[in-house]
């Protein structure tokens, strides 16, 4: 009977153990589920073409960078020379990128709040940067700022000169990121608080501002990418004074012609890092903004 009782149990108990078991060893692969409309087709798509137009050349540039080892890259990177346009890039990046904040979001403003005559050819004009050869505007530049230049304005092989030719390159991305914005912004939010007795400042700076600061973020972050690795239209206006005026990539290109391709790539990574810290953390600081925005809704 006893025996039986604990044939009985052993039976009833088996299947749960040997359930059990298999659960216990089971792998979760929920994170390996393709969900969305285009499928893994479209998926393996884009990832192949993805790696074959960025992954690729970025892995290529970074081997070539440590041919010579950490020391070799350490030292490539590290020289005077090249600490010294690293320094002039980002400190000219920098300014730019600020100065495209303000005037980018003040263009950005008057395009989508005023009407004026011509506004359809100045919103146009925002654009043209993207569609124009950079080495055309450095052309441009030099005629203006040059040696002879008519409004005797002198910029030529100057900083104030880099400057002004990264401004005109980079501020379509902050108009255009902050232009958007306005255009779905709610008015009648600014209505009531201007109704309720707040001046065209404090509305401006309690309402308007912090939904427009993500896409500040984005595109100040995006100018001073672009800026970062600029060269057509700072190759005639800034003159490459070592120490003085040349900026990064006309160091890579000088590294390049006197047959230095690791130097020239371990520079290239280093701004490719920089790039990619800055986007980075630009992006995390709007993320951030967008959701304290939407808590305060």
């Known amino acids: 009977m006893t025996n039986s009782s604990n044939a009985g149990t052993a039976q009833a108990d088996g299947p749960g153990v040997s359930d059990a078991a298999p659960q216990g060893r089971r792998w979760n692969w929920s994170w390996l589920r393709v969900t969305g409309s285009v499928g893994p087709l479209g998926i393996a798509t884009a990832v192949l073409w993805l790696s074959i137009i960025v992954l690729l050349p970025l892995a290529a ?165 672009r800026a970062i690795g600029e060269y057509g239209s700072v190759v005639l206006i800034g003159g490459a004074i070592p120490r003085e005026t040349e900026m990064a990539s006309q160091y890579i290109q000088k590294q390049i012609e006197i047959d230095r391709p690791v130097n020239a790539a371990a520079v290239s990574v280093a701004l490719l890092a920089i790039s990619f810290a800055t986007l980075l953390v630009l992006r995390l600081l709007a993320e951030r903004s967008a959701r304290k925005e939407q808590s305060t809704r």
Not at 75 to 84: G, K, M, R, S, W
């Open 61 to 225: 540039l970074t081997v070539t960078s440590f041919e010579d080892g950490w020391s070799g890259f350490a030292d490539a990177v590290t020289a005077p020379a090249a600490l010294d346009s690293l320094r002039i890039t980002v400190l000219v990046s920098v300014v730019v990128a600020l100065i495209n904040v303000v005037m980018g979001t003040l263009i950005a403003w008057v395009l989508v709040r005023d009407e004026f005559p011509g506004k359809g050819v100045v919103n146009a004009l925002i654009d043209l940067p993207f569609a124009l050869p950079t080495i055309v505007a450095s052309i441009v530049l030099l005629s203006l700022y040059g040696p002879q230049s008519p409004i005797d304005i002198h910029l030529n092989a100057t900083q104030p000169g880099l400057v002004v030719a990264l401004a005109f390159v980079t501020l379509p991305f902050v108009v255009r990121s902050v232009q958007p914005v306005l255009i779905e912004a709610d008015r009648e939010v600014e209505q009531a608080a201007l109704s309720l007795g707040a001046n065209n400042w404090t509305t401006f700076r309690r309402i308007v501002l912090p939904a427009l600061t993500p896409a500040i973020i984005s595109g100040g972050g995006l100018a001073f990418a």
